[in-house]
């Protein structure tokens, strides 16, 4: 197993991330106890000391079958991570009950690592807001122990972890986000590793093959990759790809099942980061992927919009909500965006299109993206 210092610790490069355990009928929130303590167990025995769950994982129970398995191990032998839930803003003033409770579910005393989970369009303000003492309960908790290291994730755009940062940086120790060479220039994970680094903050990875997108290719990309490294296993690329970041400390895996954990920790037997070649072959197979809408976001457009839609913003999450068949993300950033200035507030005058340098039919793109919203 590869490890990576972290202060004065020395943490697993693999995370197993406990939030696509193992399930019975295929009902999530049913998890197979007895195939997730097996998982676990070849985890340790395997080298893996980081282990990552939070409040809202099949549906609340992640914690306590964590909880329940990892208690049987030594607690000086394991880190173990949670997160407070603020993607649901009822959750804002809870902050004391929640901990109290994950304490409980996890049957610790102390969490190695806690993160303000997913902060984005939706919650920025809410984190920042003084009124709900979030940032001041759980910097209370660190100084009496029972909070380690803490740090925070992100699924939102670049500004709104400079905001984040810009409040609350000098106290982050650390920052989760999602990272693979889809994303590298899909979602900004380039600027966000940079907007990281210029914080001397690390990066913790998660969804490192996109929900499995990775883990298999196109015949033709599949070809390109064989012809670098013959022996290399389609979903290693995407970990080799991490590996060549060196601001990565813990890159995280939500495995399912027995079969990709063993496959991942193989992988994780040693560290063989791209060359320049691989790096520009696998960008180019990401960039050929993740295809979408061409904007260029020269917001010529914008000066034309009646409605003063942010048209560029709106193909970007276009684009995402697209490629991924659906998700989170753009339903997530788009609940903060005002009524008249979403997608569905474009009257369809073509007045943007007129100025489009990429000639995009920005009018139907839009009506497209309010109809997808709705399935």
Request: proline share 4%; hydrophobic share 35%.
């Amino acid at each position: 197993m590869v490890y990576k210092k972290f202060q004065d610790l020395e943490l697993s490069a693999l995370g197993m991330g406990a939030m696509r355990l193992p399930v019975i009928d295929k009902n999530d929130e049913k998890i197979d106890e007895s195939a997730a303590a097996e998982m676990v167990k070849y985890a340790f025995e395997q080298g893996i000391n980081y282990f990552d769950t939070a409040w809202g994982y099949h549906s609340g129970n992640s914690e306590l079958v964590m909880g329940k398995i990892l208690s049987g191990y030594p607690r000086e032998k394991f880190y173990l991570a949670t997160k407070f839930p603020g993607y649901d803003l009822s959750n804002m003033t809870k902050v004391e009950e929640i901990f109290e409770k994950q304490l409980k579910k996890c049957q610790v005393s102390y969490f190695d690592f806690y993160l303000f989970h997913n902060v984005c369009e939706m919650n920025i303000n809410e984190y920042l807001d003084k009124k709900y003492g979030i940032f001041e309960y759980l910097m209370k908790q660190k100084e009496n122990g029972r909070i380690r290291h803490l740090g925070f994730s992100a699924h939102g755009s670049c500004e709104v972890m400079r905001r984040f940062l810009e409040a609350y940086g000098k106290h982050m120790e650390f920052c989760q986000i999602q990272l693979n060479y889809i994303d590298w220039k899909f979602q900004e994970a380039k600027e966000k590793v940079e907007l990281l680094k210029a914080y001397d903050i690390p990066v913790w990875v998660m969804e490192p093959v996109r929900g499995g997108t990775l883990a298999s290719l196109s015949d033709e990309n599949t070809e390109k990759l064989k012809a670098l490294r013959p022996d290399e296993k389609i979903p290693a690329w995407a970990f080799r790809f991490i590996q060549t970041i060196p601001e990565v400390v813990v890159t995280l895996s939500g495995m399912s099942n027995f079969e990709q954990l063993e496959e991942n920790i193989h992988t994780f037997e040693t560290e063989k980061p791209l060359d320049s070649k691989e790096m520009d072959t696998i960008l180019e197979i990401a960039d050929k992927m993740a295809g979408g809408v061409p904007c260029t976001a020269c917001h010529y457009c914008t000066s034309h919009c009646p409605q003063g839609i942010d048209i560029p913003s709106m193909l970007k999450l276009y684009n995402e909500h697209t490629f991924t068949g659906g998700g989170f993300i753009a339903p997530m950033a788009l609940s903060a965006v005002p009524e008249d200035k979403k997608p569905s507030a474009c009257v369809g005058c073509r007045s943007c299109e007129a100025v489009c340098p990429q000639q995009i039919k920005i009018s139907e793109v839009l009506s497209d993206f309010v109809e997808k919203l709705k399935a």
